[in-house]
Every structure is written in structure tokens, then in C-alpha cells.
């Protein structure tokens, strides 16, 4: 499975952007997408995620605590896109953005490990200034 990001920038803080996620080739019926971002000299660290279950049915999205209120994912599943709507920015949310699936998934786990996830997309970069 090939997943492209696009959609990062340069903005202000408190303006908004929406990364998406396409898979270029089929996704799976079941599976989780997640949302992860990484800072320079930091560890890359999970943002949110998004599980379909029960034969492809949207189940649940998950977030940290530090984007809770400002960011909402969502997907299309017709199109195989995966979308991060970001508003409120600040600039502690400066990183390159990966978005990642796995194969199967539950709506009651929230999916916020790496090692949970099968494939990766290159990143895109979101910087905000203050």
C-alpha cells in the first residue's frame, strides 16, 4: 500500500490546514489509519487515528491531549483518503506529518504505536510561525 500526504505549509498560528492521505493502491476493508509527526530532534510521536471495522464501517477516532479540540480526522473511504483538519494552530505543532495504516482494526484501540502500523507515507511538512 503506497500513501501520499499532502496539504503542509507555512502558516501563522491560530491558522488552519488539512493534510490528507491517499492510498494509491487499494486499502484494506478493516484496517486503522494514524496520524504521526515528528519535530526536529524529537521522537515521532502519534497525533491521532482513525479505525474501520465490522466490514469497513467507521468505528472510532482517537487523539493526544494535545490536539484534542483542534484537530479532527476523517476519511473517504470511496476515494481512499484519509483526512487531518488542523485549526487553531500553534507553533509546538511545527513537524513533518506521516500518516500510516495497518491491516485490520478495533475501535475500541486506540492504535498510538508505531510498531502498530504497516506502511508510511514520506511526510509533509507543517511549520507555524508565531
Known amino acids: 500500500v503506497q500513501l501520499v500526504e499532502s496539504g503542509g505549509g507555512l502558516v501563522q498560528a491560530g491558522d488552519s490546514l488539512r493534510l490528507s492521505c491517499a492510498a494509491a493502491?487499494?486499502?484494506?476493508?478493516?484496517?486503522?489509519m494514524g496520524w504521526f509527526r515528528q519535530a526536529p530532534g524529537k521522537e515521532r510521536e502519534f497525533v491521532s487515528a482513525i479505525i474501520w471495522s465490522g466490514g469497513g464501517t467507521y468505528s472510532a477516532a482517537y487523539y493526544t491531549d494535545s490536539v484534542k479540540g483542534r484537530f479532527t480526522t476523517s476519511g473517504d473511504n470511496a476515494k481512499n483518503t484519509v483526512y487531518l483538519q488542523m485549526n487553531s494552530l500553534k507553533p509546538e505543532d511545527t513537524a513533518v506529518y506521516y500518516c500510516?495504516?495497518?491491516?485490520?482494526?478495533?475501535?475500541?484501540?486506540?492504535?498510538?504505536?508505531?510498531?502498530?502500523?504497516?506502511?508510511w507515507g514520506q511526510g509533509t511538512q507543517v511549520t507555524v510561525s508565531s
Open positions: 500510516a495504516a495497518r491491516n485490520g482494526g478495533s475501535g475500541s484501540y486506540r492504535y498510538n504505536f508505531k510498531n502498530e502500523y504497516d506502511y
Open positions: 493502491t487499494g486499502i484494506f476493508k478493516d484496517y486503522a
